[in-house]
């Protein structure tokens, strides 16, 4: 199953299409280093997120979501004067 990275968030429509691709692309080289599916890692951090007991498993993809969130963060904003920006990573199934 084929997934899509999007990005949401209050600021989400503030980058340019070429910002979202390098989000996009840093967040998939940290799931394809880890060697990991987004939409497992999504569901991993959905359960993080609602207080849900995780496995040791679970508890990985968490981290590696974080990572990916983090490094898709940096490259959307890169040179940005302001960082102080309410955008995240989601994945979901592809249509």
Do not use: Y
Not at 1 to 18: C, K, N, W, Y
Not at 31 to 42: E, R, T, Y
Request: hydrophobic share 50%; with cysteine.
């Amino acid at each position: 199953m084929q997934s899509r990275i999007t990005f949401v968030g209050e600021h989400a429509h503030l980058p340019s299409p070429d910002e979202i691709a390098a989000g996009i692309a840093a967040a998939n080289a940290v799931f394809a280093g880890h060697n990991v599916d987004p939409l497992a890692c999504a569901a991993a951090n959905a359960k993080l997120e609602n207080d849900e007991e995780l496995t040791k498993d679970e508890a990985q993809l968490c981290v590696i979501w974080q990572m990916a969130d983090d490094k898709a963060f940096r490259a959307i904003t890169l040179g940005w004067l302001k960082r102080d920006i309410d955008i995240w990573l989601t994945a979901g199934e592809a249509s």
